[in-house]
């Protein structure tokens, strides 16, 4: 494929007076793994919601390849191989595992038969076979977490956003989790990653985009941006970033 | 034949001993005229809460306006029939179609609208369609109302001596319309509504293209609403405005649904079953009950039984719960008989 | 032009009592959620309060709103606590089949209520008739005494509702409920008193409201029904849980009807209420008096 898999340019959403967007520039390549962080508010969610249709941008565009995402409705963009997670679980708590994942595989798959398919193959691939009979709200929060990855895999998807996954796991859940991610994005899927465990983003990322108010404020290597005083101050305030002897 | 075995399966065999009683009823009591009617009306709004419960049961989207499709299809045939002389089959027929189409225009303004918003805007359209069926007397008969002529047994003009004919027509009505919603919620239509009732930004997060399907949806709920309004006007010959697209019929069509259980598939039969007959037995107009009675016993009856379970009947546990199976196992309920996936939950269907 | 101020004025005094009842059910829907089906049966109740305090006692209906005010505060408390609260309590239930239960079990109230009006009073209309029979003759428009003496009493009784809602602790916290119910509840509102008292006070509107409604329209047990889908107009209309909203709107649905009665036809009179709701639905379903934009 020529050119990057994701093209995000200008993007700004604007609620009201409030500019939770502004002027975002980022790309993201096939197989890359990309992590957005950023303090609360910050806007990393709404720039989510953006791609992922849910929201309107004010102004800019999106592309997936040559095809143009913004203005779309969540379900388009989701055909169109952009699949998501929620940060608060969104899953359809009354029904099976099985039933979950059927439900997305249903909307690209060309028959039942074949979307209870594929949903057999995605809880294979995550090891949720054993799983596949239990309604949802009977599962644990790291496993409705993984549900949620299954459901959006069973779109088969050109890009996976995850939305802060790991809020709300423990140490060796959150383990779990990340060996998922880093499986997935091994065998090939181009990932963008919301966190605000910065550990996380600094293990998965292959590149880490900095949202402050809005404001792109860094791109780079993991270990570049941890360095950039810009962040440094997003995260810590103007005088840590002062004491670190970086000029502001 | 296939498709039967795995109903009866999916159903637990309830559906079998359900067949055999109903279609031998008229057999044990053919002689009572009474209790062939009330079977009857029994079974006709059966079949127009089974239609409610794919839209509002399975997808969630609570319609207080099915009244809306009762009512063309007892309209749309009375009127064919006595102004056009048109074949009462035909009437029938082009009943649907109408209602189909209405569904198509209303759906089209209303299902953008979420949650109670929906339900009050169906509820006030099929007000709009009872003042309006009054107010244009000259095709509609006004309040008067219509009345369908006398044909005697005439057969080719669905009009038949014998009051049995008519319980055979409901009871196939309402089993094809159970059928229908039994295929609806196995099939991948079935899983999109429930899961646009659930949660509609996750659905469409996951592809569910929400609008397209409601309207599917409601389009296929609206067909068993205009059967039971056509078969009700050709078994009791009359209609007016408020017996077609008043707020009784209206609510009605939900509350036979939400007793027994909205969403589930036995919900509408068994809440028919319950509440159609108490009504009929206790209708001032054919005991010496005063005038009133009968609905004040139908509403403390709603009561009682949304009181313990405000899910409706299929949800009642009835003190059979089975110890919860381990881990991986089926969901506690009942048995699950398909593992492979779209097979709702017992919770959703029971 | 005498017709067309006939015609406001008429419809500004009823929309008054519209006014009132559906702050009534706004109060109800913004605190606790529930969509009270049986509300315009607490209408007809105060009515027939009205009717029966008259013909016993020879009590004007002025007087009686003070009997029917404390006798729909206790029902509504009932209905709330043995009904509403019961929905809210069942284990394992969503938010949504919770309110889908509600729904259902109110319209079993209303089905309950207006029916046992019709086995005590029967079917046929009855009336308060003789207490404030005058018309006065304003520049060639009429105003009836009862019509007139009505809406300043639902008036009065609305400001009273809203300097309550401002002034008081629990008008505080109700408004705090309404606005954010976790943070409310998180500043240690009882939410289940808050949403005992404003369902009571809901249904005490709305029986005062019926109870001088009494003075000049005639009640059937089946009344009702038109007050409830008038009532959600106005409520919609005012945007759900506003309070002033649901007054004004009042005011607003009244003149509709009255223009839709008078230009085009009596009983289309609902007609155009109605289509104007769905209208209001569509484009506007956060309220055409409120200023905030819907939520997603």
Redesign the interface.
Known sequence: MAGPLLRVEGLTVRF?GLVAVNDVHFTVDDGELLGIIGPNGAGKTTMFNAV?G?VRPTSGTIRIGDELVSGK???RV??LGI??T?QSV???????V??N????A???CPS?AA??AR??EVAELLGMT??????VE?LPLADQKKVEIA??L??RPKLLLLDEMMSGLNQSETRDIIGVIKQLNGDGLTTIVIEHVLRVIMELSHRVLVLDHGVQIAEGPPRDVMRDPRVVEAYLGRSAAQNLGEPA | MNAVTRLLRSTGGLGLVVLVLVASLPLWFIQTNFVLSVATLTLIFMAASLGWNVISGFGGQISFGHSIFFGLGAYTTAILQVHYHLNAYLGVLLGVVVAVVLAVLLGAVTLRLRGIYFSLATFALTLVFAILTGHYEGFTGGEVGLTLPLLGDAPGEFSFENKVTFYWIAMILAALAFVATWLVLRSRLGLQLRAIQADQEAAQASGVLAFRVKLTGLVISAVPAALAGSVYMQYVGFIDPDSAFGATVATQIAVIAFVGGAGKLWGPVVGAVILVPLQQLLNSSLSAYPAGFNLVVYALVVLVILWIEPRGIMSMRFRRRRARPPTGAAPPGEPDPEPAAAVPSSREAG | MTTLVQTLVSGILVGGLYGLFSSGLTLIFGITRVINFAHGDFVTLGMYGAVLLFASAGLSPLIGIVPVAIISFVLGLIVYRVIVRRTLSVKGISAVDAQHGQLVLTLAVSILISNVLLMIFGPSPQAVQGVLPAVYDVFGVYIAQARLVSFVIALVVFLLLYLALQRTLYGKAIRATVDDRDMASMVGVDPDKVYAVSFSVGIMLTGVAGCVLATYYPVTPTTGAGFLIIAFVTVVMGGLGNVVGAFVAGLLVGIIQQVTAIYVAVDLQDVGLFLVFVLVLVLRPQGILSGRRASA
């Open positions: 009201g992922a849910a409705p969540p379900e989701a055909r699949a998501r929620f969104r899953l359809f708590k009354a029904m099976t099985a039933e994942v059927t439900l997305s249903s909307t690209v039942m979307a209870r949903a057999d054993a799983l596949q009979q239990i309604r009977e459901r959006a069973a779109l």
